[in-house]
């Protein structure tokens, strides 16, 4: 069996637990690979005391990875959208195969990256950008082809789920459990990807991708943080009977795609509401098998290697049995992807949540009934608290039936200007997840 030959760039926490994988697994790798997998060349700016890089070649200039004719597969593993796509492109102009960690470049670059790879023989595989350990690329690709894809909803990012796992256990506040998850590495000195949703919107668009047979569209994903969440609206749905998560949400419908990250009420019954702490999970509605749910380790070190080294597998068995692109980065070929439109916002039809604060006075809340109304947007269930002694407003909270958010945007509006009201509302998104 002929040796695949590896060069790994960037040894930080993925780019060592990768190189450790490699080298404590050896034996069992090369048996399924049905090739060793060796690394020739590690390509950092400085060692890392977690990898015993004795007999590896180290170099200080990633390109020259790149461009190493003792390198068969690049893995890219430095981060960043500047220099890690040069170094890819470099790569590929130099006909090697490429695996990545990167979801942030697969969301933002992807289509010409793909198209460059195939333009040059070579393939980019990227199950490690999505979900950590979790091999939720290979099911779309490969486990769910036979099924037409009609929705998915994704628990995506830990820390975000971290935070509100802790407010919703604990009754803390944001703030709070942020410089927790600051504090224990979970989040980073600047947590505006993780808490505002921009990271679960980079994995979002990939497997929207893969699921719809779409191109790569970051720009046209919605996106909306936690950072506003309280431990009062925790409560709230949980005496409703929900649990709020952050979700990524891709919906193929007869108008188009929806793609969106928000907070979501969640029935707490479901699989879904009760993933906790920093594990992700992603559900998928197939028309074929029905809804199935991937669960696991989202990030880290060694539940990322663990993807990163599939994708190398996958790689060295296609060199072995002599075949190319055997399962394409895309669903479909790049050329035929299809040209779906994105369905804008206003018209993503879910049922809601409001919560409110309004005067302890009669005829409030039929006043928020009749707005409601008027835009066709009934009633399901409302809480209104007693007020605290002294108190002269009260904390209303109402769950309604599906509507528009063109229409709940402009009843929201309506409430708010109410002498009534105080203060703006806290509107979420309910999502049923019914299979």
């Known amino acids: 069996m002929k040796a695949v030959r590896i060069g790994i760039c960037g040894l930080g926490t993925v780019g060592s637990g990768t190189f450790n994988v490699l080298r404590d697994n050896a034996d069992v790798i090369a048996a399924r690979a049905q090739a060793p997998l060796v690394v020739s060349v590690v390509g950092a700016r400085r060692d890392n005391p977690l990898c015993d890089l004795s007999g590896t070649r180290v170099s200080r200039d990633i390109f020259e990875v790149a461009k190493d004719p003792d390198v068969d597969i690049l893995v890219e593993l430095i981060g960043g959208t500047t220099v890690a796509k040069e170094l890819i492109e470099t790569a590929i102009l130099n006909g090697k195969h490429v695996v990545t960690a990167n979801k942030a470049l697969i969301a933002e670059f992807g289509n010409e990256i793909f198209a460059l790879a195939a333009k040059h023989g070579v393939t980019v595989r990227y199950e490690a950008a999505v979900a950590g350990g979790i091999p939720i690329i290979k099911a779309l690709r490969e486990g769910l082809a036979g099924n037409r894809i009609e929705w998915l909803a994704g628990i995506i990012n830990g820390t975000g789920n971290f935070i509100l796992s802790e407010m919703h256990d604990h009754g803390r506040e944001f703030s709070e459990v942020l410089a927790e998850a600051q504090a224990l590495g979970y989040a980073e000195a600047d947590p505006t990807f993780d808490v505002e949703g921009i990271d679960a919107a980079h994995k979002l668009v990939i497997l929207a991708s893969l699921a719809f047979g779409i191109p790569l569209q970051f720009e046209s994903v919605y996106t909306e943080g936690i950072s506003k969440l309280t431990p009062q609206d925790m409560d709230y749905a949980e005496e409703l009977g929900y649990r709020i998560k952050h979700l990524g949400v891709a919906v ?145 909270i109402v769950l309604t039936n599906r509507a528009p958010q063109g229409k709940m945007d402009e009843a929201v509006r309506q409430i708010e200007a109410l002498d009534s009201i105080n203060s703006s509302i806290s509107c979420i998104r309910v999502e049923m997840l019914d299979g």
């Open 252 to 396: 193929q419908s007869d108008a188009g795609i929806e793609l969106r990250v928000h907070p979501t009420l969640i029935p707490k019954d479901r699989l879904l509401a009760n993933v906790n702490g920093v594990k992700n999970a992603v559900l998928v509605e197939g028309s074929a098998v029905g809804p199935t749910l991937y669960y696991g380790a989202g990030a880290g070190a060694a539940p990322t290697a663990s993807a990163v080294v599939a994708d190398l597998v996958d790689l060295a068995r296609d060199f072995s049995a002599g075949q190319k692109n055997r399962v394409p980065a895309l669903s479909f070929v790049n050329k035929a992807l299809q040209d779906l439109p994105i369905v804008p916002m206003s018209d993503v039809v879910t049922p809601w949540y409001l919560r409110m604060e309004a005067e302890d006075k009669p005829g409030v809340l039929s006043q928020v009934a009749r707005i409601l109304s008027e835009q066709g947007i009934s009633i399901e269930a409302l809480i209104q608290k007693a007020p605290a002694a002294g108190a002269i407003r009260v904390p209303v």
